[in-house]
């Protein structure tokens, strides 16, 4: 690995249906909302998946939009050497003040403008909450820890030159590319985890700078099924039915939001290694994930 970024860490994401991620990410998933503090500001809503504070914040809006990636690294000096490396190559950054760390739950972070114009939040020490995580269905817990809270792809009017931002300035890696249909996909790796984060061009509805899908891995592939079938008979809108990946081999199903980006459920995968030799798929699955007609919004 490069000395990069090491994993990430929390999403921002403007909404316009409050419910609909009460939905998902509540009934669905079993994500803990986190209690209000003095740190929320606009009516933001918190959620936990593991011992962290908060992983995803979602603020309401008038219109759906990727609000701020929070990409951790492991230590002071590392985050401080890649911003002076970053600084170095042209990127401009900002540090956050403490009102604003208060507000992510971190020690120190600094910002930038990546890609497209998505909010890049660089930084160490994510806060951990003083009482345990417990989810009302995910038994099993979240796949975080070193790893991150998951992956996700975002959508570049210049995919290549993103790709070469990811890896120049933030330490990415390739793990794969991804090739069918019109999609052209590039996935990345910062640790063991097979990607945490990958590119594509914007088809099937994503606009450059936004957000295709976000994945939370589950502990065990039984809450997945579970999961499945709470989809069911919640009614929420599916993108995608169970299936399992060609290219890091996980099993998953996919769900829509109003905002129009998805969120992705999965158990298993490959993880990289000292072994990892990087291919070609013409193909995103191995069997099932079959799309679903677009469905009205969630309510």
């Not at 002076?84 to 190559?89: I, K, L, S, T, Y």
């Not at 039915?241 to 459920?265: C, I, R």
Request: with cysteine; aromatic share 10%; charged share 20%.
């Amino acid at each position: 690995m490069s000395a990069g970024v090491s994993r990430l860490g929390y999403l921002g994401y403007a909404v316009r249906d409050m419910g609909a991620v009460e939905t998902i990410f509540g009934d669905v998933l079993g994500l803990q909302r986190r209690p209000s503090s003095t740190g929320d500001v606009d009516g933001a809503v918190s959620w936990r998946m593991d011992a962290r504070r908060q992983r995803f914040t979602f603020t309401p809006a008038a219109q759906d939009a990727l609000a701020y990636i929070g990409w951790e690294l492991d230590s002071l000096d590392a985050l401080h050497a890649l911003v002076a490396r970053a600084e170095a190559q042209g990127v401009a950054f900002s540090r956050a003040d403490d009102a604003l760390c208060e507000q992510r739950a971190v020690y120190e972070m600094y910002r930038c403008a990546g890609p497209d114009g998505v909010a890049i939040e660089l930084f160490f020490g994510g806060i951990e909450d003083p009482m345990p995580f417990a989810s009302a269905t995910a038994l099993s817990g979240f796949r975080t820890g070193s790893e991150g809270l998951g992956h996700l792809v975002l959508a570049s009017a210049d995919p290549e030159a993103a790709v070469h931002f990811y890896r120049q300035v933030l330490g990415f890696e390739p793990s794969d590319y991804v090739h069918w249909d019109i999609a052209r996909v590039t996935f990345l790796h910062c640790n063991s985890r097979h990607h945490s984060l990958a590119v594509m061009n914007p088809v099937y509805g994503s606009a450059p700078g936004q957000m295709n899908h976000v994945m939370v891995q589950a502990n065990a592939m039984d809450d997945v099924g579970r999961a499945y079938d709470r989809v069911r008979e919640l009614g929420v809108p599916l993108v995608l039915t169970l299936g399992k990946h060609s290219n890091d081999q996980m099993t998953s199903f996919y769900m829509h939001t109003p905002g129009g980006w998805a969120v992705e459920y999965g158990y298993g995968g490959r993880e990289i290694d000292a072994d990892w030799q990087v291919v070609f798929y013409d193909s995103p699955r191995l069997w099932g994930h079959h799309l679903q007609q677009p469905a009205a919004p969630l309510r």
